[in-house]
């Protein structure tokens, strides 16, 4: 017996010396993140990478790599579906074509992504929200990470609501399949005061632009996008004034500087979705897939090198938005390409117009792809709170103001010697709102934060979605009608408008979510 | 006598392995007491082992009808009385068939040859944590005849259970050396967990996974290069037996990792007395088995012609081709040599047995510049250091290189077009396929110039203690340790192809895994009233694993000179690192009662927890019964028995409920990545978010099994079959399940779905002939129906990703069915729309395109809604038989085995029937459609279609029935055996893979390209051709 009891004492030493509990060591867990300061700038970083490279995406093999949500996403959902662009003239993704000739529906994949990709910011600056609070620190510094978070936060509900209308409210973070995973719909009016708050909030980040970081500008910008949007015209004019107490901000004298990746967060800039430019290929850090995206469709003909030799399936600019550019205006050269010439033979190719305002070799002249330029995306800059505030007091009937400002604007933006014509006050109201769309359209073309939410609002009334025309394309070459898709969009455009004239005021939900959680429903139209 | 009389009794009761190592010096303690009594008439004999004729210690020999007995000591040497003649003498040893031997008077000492009991009726069987006599068995357990291992040298053991059992089937991924086949016993249950059954190698618990192997993959490489499979770091010539486990009541032991059956192997034991010492050697040529007809350079260029629409070769140049057409397999296959040698020395006393080996096995590939050489060295070593404590050690080592071809090289060779030569006019390797526009290298150049090896080194030991704390009662501590290292090199040198871009591309990866093992156990067997044996068994186990990995990899060098040596002279190095890590704790008992041998029950429970499962899961309990009656023991079907020759007749039935957790680790947590952000216009800033959410509820893949089976034996054993049928259902299947993307998440494992298998399986051996000449025949037949009950709310999933091979996961049809459109033939002016945008070829369709069906009549042919079920990789039935003779000296086998019903997806036919002459094509090719052959086969040769969808076209027939073994072997008489003083010398030549009958067009059809993965079940890619090859060898004992 004796050695009975020797044998149950080595078992049961040798039981339990391991352990159940996993350590994953190549990998944080959340279980032993949010600790530091450091933890917690990583945390508000992650939400900012959000908006223009998608790693989730890569990680579960979605196959959705290509376009993150304020980086090319736009442009292959709601951007294509205004009137900036048109496919190209062998666009293959069918999605892509349905968002584009508007006749998509909510199985559409590209606007599943979307709204996966709004979502998961969303969480994410929950998240830090939630969690950087917990951690002991510089209290001051954590305060302007959970701003910045709020900011984020604020920012991705703002288009979700413009986008999807209803959705579900979540100020929590969701970590854990036995969080809420079915969360019902809250009321647009709820959705918008969180977004107020939390841009509110977000106020009191420091006004200093440093990179990437939200500011208090910014965050007063936002406020009064918010408030334009909600026709809240008053509120327009309060943050306009705010925004120019801080002194910091005014309308770039040449407009290419905008662009300039040499030249960021000068004068005009409020808030920009950021890239660096690293003279790599691809990858997921820094990438401007807009530059990718918008090279000319008969090739980009650098030292007799052909770089791209079909424009794919690549976006075109719609030519109705190139004949409103006129020549005395400094933005049409750099906003278009109209030709490229092959160096080696000297012969000049006429090519429909193409966004030229990505273009990196615009910029570094020896690269031989249109990858890692280094160009910022504007999410906001300060030409936008102007023409915000003329739309506000021409809402507000003080047209004098408005038809001031708005005319420094276009001095801005004119070539000396021959400045663009002036708007002159006697002009009524309504020619004048459209007068300024059209400059909002001009000054921020293929910026696809801004045409598409225009074109919802631009009536005012919120009953319909407005094109003013979608025209043919005209090949330059051949002379015969190219735009295959663009004659499909005008040809659904008016179709939906007869039937429901409601229908893409807002999107579909799509249909993958509404199966995974029966508390949402399908907005009207979509159903 | 007495004490004898119970201890022989016991023999029965006792796990009988213990018995025949450990038993044996009692059992000369009481013999030595028991012939001094001897006054009586005596018998006096030698036992010997018929072919080896090595003496067999503790052979039992007794009088038929009485209790008198006695044992064979370390010489083979017994004497026993005699109360009177005649008797009838029963001399039976475990592992051995028994012999009856009449005798009518006294006589001169005799001698006794026992031969293998190759069906091992009564032999014992490896169970988990123990052993079992086959005749008290309740479930479902296959023994595989190793002797039919040896002749036919496989790399692996793997390999050679084809056919073999009934109820496992064996499939091949590659024919790379070195690679090894994956096995699924009774069908697979699991979509994303594993499927492999579990491997136990002398007690320690393996669950194969490939990724151990291969520690990653380099850059700029063309394709993949399989990696080595850890189970081929086992030297088949180092098996003693294999056990497969496969109903539940067998494998419910072993709790969450028996759901896909367990396969027990055992390595040879050293016996006590004379010291052996063997040698076994081969030396064998291998040829690939099966070409692939491909146009040749007359046929290709005009093809490519007609793609091209123009006469891009000339008819003179055409007419050059007759006699200057490049075969690249023939260019790239060669015939490669093997050879295997090893030497074997084993022996012992009564307190210490002793087995060791060293091993070599050198295999050339059938691809140029590949191939696989393994070192093994093994020891085993028991020993009783008293009367009751024994200890034991094994010890296997191993360590594998081998030079790998990846799978690009495997198709480049199909693809490069025969008008392209292997070297230029100035001697040098032609660069590229200059016909395909996205241009593809020469694969005899990469073969020949670039280095791509992966080195494994295995150790595998384990040691026990066993102490019997009163008679009966075993305590047994077990610790055991399995250490894998993994090392891949590669370098791609710049003048090739696939470097121009990277400027020259080196990789560096290692791998090490090591897998901790503690198990503890208490046995405990008794026997009440003689009637009624108990074998009892509780313990605890404990199991750790990590994996560290690193990878290096290098591009853009100056020059070739320091290949992988020197990653950082080059321009972009990347380095990456990893670690994943589980434990495994679990609870186990068993208890085995029966009633004279004839009720039996037998109940398991195991508690397993498990570091990879959700924390509210993290334990699952698998219980397991089951129940077997020996019919012929009863009285009243004695005669019923006897009338129809009926030697052995029993039922069994089980039930049992087991487990699988093969995922990857971490799957449960919350976990974080990394995502930059610039920072400035310089640098960038890293951020950190969950990358998954957290499944605290993640659980085991539950497995319910009943089985029902039969074991029938005719003609005192000479016909004897065996007949299972069994159910299985796998519940709470781990799929990658969306979620609601509010949730900030795209998707989560959880535990939804369920799988069906059901099937029978068959086993027959025969004696047909016995005496001077001897015929026996080995046959298995097995059948299982596999069908996907629920996805969780999902009909079905679309197995998708870069390669688009047609596999689809959908509710009611089986794992491994192909989705894809039904074609009709081919357009002919009659029939083409004249709406080309309802093709699915859309613009540019013409006469002689291939023509879909428009499956839901909408006038439209989509791959949304035209698609359906085309294909099914999972087989109707498979098969094997052996035919076993022997004549005096000879000895003669021939294996037969099969797969029917089975279909393909023939991805590498696919590409070679690719319409726009890029590539080479099938030899079919020649016969397509043009405006003068408008009765051809094939589809119109032109570029401008891309005709890549998936189709009924790229399915074939996976039936085959091959001849896989046949082995001609030569004893050496005895005579001269003496003169050189060996104890056995035999002589064999053995074939493999001679002859295979199947429809299919490609290398092989056993084929499955996808390994491990069960939704991808039934691909071919193109993978490394399966070889035939004829091997001559000797077996020498002294």
Known sequence: ?527 | MTKLVLFLGSQKRFPQFLFRKFGITFLFGILSISSVLAQQLEIKGNVLEEESKIAIIGATIRIKGQKTGTVSNAQGNFQLKIKSFPATLIVSSVGFRSQELEFYEATEPITVYLTDDQNRLSSLVVVGYGTQKRSDLTGSVASVQVSQLKDAAPTSFVDALQGLVSGVQVTSTSGAPGATSIVRIRGGNSITGGNDPLYVIDGFPIYNDNKAGDAGSATATVGTASGLNPLSSINPGDIESIDILKDASATAIYGSRGANGVVIITTKKGKAGKSIVSYDGSFGTQTLSHKIDLLNAQQWATYYNDAQGKAVFTQDQINSYATNSTDWQNAAFRTAATQNHQITFSGGNEKTQFSSSLGYLGQDGIVINTDFKRYTGRISVNSKLSTNFNVGLNLNESYSTSNAATTGNITAILYMPPVIPVYDANGVYTLYNNYNTSGSGNPIAYLNTVTNQSNLQRTLGSAFGEYEIIKGLKAKVLIGADLLTNRQYSYIPKPLYESISSGGSASLRDKFTTNWLNENTLSYSTTINKLHNIDLLGGFTQQKSETTGNVSNSTGFANDATEYYDLASASTPTVASSYSGWTLESFLGRLNYNYDHKYFLSASFRADGSSRLGANNKWGYFPSASFGWQLDKEAFFKNIANSIKLSNSKLRLSYGRTGNSEIDPYQSLSLLSSNLYPNGSTSTNTGFSPISIKNENLKWETTDQYDAGIDLAFFNQRIKFTADFYYKRTHDLLISKYVPYSSGFPVSLQNIGEVENKGFELALNTENIKGKFNWTTNATFSVNRNKVLSLGGVDQIIIGGSTQVGNIIMVGKPLGAFYGLKTDGLYTAANLPTDLSTTILASGTAVGDIKYKDLNGDGKITTAADQTIIGNAQPKFIFGLTNTFNYQNFDLSVFVQGSYGNQIYSYILRQLQTPNGFNNSIVGFADHYTATNTTAQYERANTAINNSTNSDLYVYDGSYVRLKTVTLGYTLPKNILTKIKASNIRLYVSGQNLLTVSKYLGFDPDVNSYSQDASRQGVDLGSYPTAKSITGGVNITF
């Not at chain 1, 920012?155 to 959705?167: Q, S």
């Not at chain 1, 996008?225 to 004019?237: G, I, Q």
């Not at chain 1, 898709?485 to 429901?500: D, E, G, H, R």
């Open chain 1, 1 to 527: 017996m004796k050695k009975l009891i020797y044998i149950l004492i080595l078992t049961t030493t040798i039981v339990s010396c391991v352990s159940l509990e996993e350590d994953p060591r190549s990998k944080i867990s959340s279980e032993n993140f949010y600790k530091t300061e450091s933890d917690a700038s990583a945390a508000v970083t992650a939400v900012y990478s959000k908006l223009t490279h998608n790693y989730t995406s890569v990680a579960y093999g979605l196959n959705n790599s290509g376009f993150p949500f304020l980086n090319r996403t736009p442009e292959i959902t709601y951007g294509s579906a205004s009137d900036d662009y048109v496919t190209g003239p062998s666009a293959p993704d069918p999605d892509f074509r349905a968002n584009c000739g508007l006749y998509t529906n909510s199985s559409n994949a590209k606007v599943l992504e979307l709204w996966r990709q709004n979502w998961e910011i969303i969480n994410d600056a929950n998240i830090a929200i939630y969690h950087i609070p917990k951690i002991t620190g510089d209290t001051a510094t954590l305060n302007n990470y959970v701003r910045e978070a709020k900011f984020l936060r604020a920012l991705g509900y703002f288009y979700a609501v413009r986008l999807w209308g209803k959705i579900p409210l979540l100020t929590t973070p969701t970590e854990s399949l036995s969080d809420n995973l079915t969360p019902a719909q809250a009321d647009t009016s709820a959705i918008y005061a969180q977004i107020i708050k939390d841009f509110t909030d977000a106020t009191a980040l420091p006004n200093k632009r440093n990179t990437y970081h939200a500011t208090s500008g910014a965050a007063h910008a936002f406020l009064l996008k918010v408030a334009l949007t909600r026709r809240d015209w008053n509120e327009v004019v309060k943050q306009y004034n705010i925004i120019n107490g801080l002194g910091l901000y005014a309308v770039s004298a040449n407009y290419k500087d905008i662009f300039d990746p040499s030249k960021k967060d000068k004068e005009e800039h409020i808030f920009d979705a950021y890239f660096l430019a690293d003279n790599t290929t691809g990858g997921l850090g820094n990438t401007n897939l807009m530059a990718k995206d918008n090279p000319p469709p008969y090739g980009y003909v650098k030292n007799g090198v052909k770089v791209n030799v079909k424009g794919g399936e690549n976006p075109t600019a719609n030519v109705t938005i190139r004949q409103y550019f006129k020549p005395n205006d400094q933005r049409t050269s750099f906003t278009f390409i109209d030709s490229v010439k092959a160096t080696s033979t000297a012969t000049t190719y006429i090519v429909s117009a193409h966004y030229n305002k990505w273009n990196p070799i615009t910029w570094t002249p020896s690269l031989t792809s249109f990858q890692n330029s280094g160009v910022n995306i504007p999410v906001i800059r300060y030409a936008e709170v102007v023409l915000s505030y003329v739309e506000a007091q021409n809402e507000l009937n003080n047209k004098a103001e408005a038809v001031t400002v708005f005319n420094n604007f276009r001095a801005k933006r004119s070539v000396t010697g021959k400045p663009l014509p002036k708007i002159i006050s006697s002009v009524d109201k309504d020619n004048f709102r459209d007068s300024i769309f059209l400059e909002r359209r001009i000054d921020f073309a293929s910026e696809n934060s801004v045409r598409w939410f225009d074109l919802v609002r631009q009536n005012g009334s919120g009953t319909s979605l407005i094109y003013k025309a979608i025209p043919q394309l005209i090949d330059p070459v051949l002379g015969n009608p190219t735009d295959y898709w663009c004659q499909t969009k005008a040809a659904n455009f008016a179709l939906s408008l007869a039937k429901n004239p409601k229908k893409f005021l807002l999107w579909p939900i799509p249909l993958t979510e509404l199966q995974a959680n029966p508390n949402l429903v399908q907005n009207p139209g979509w159903e």
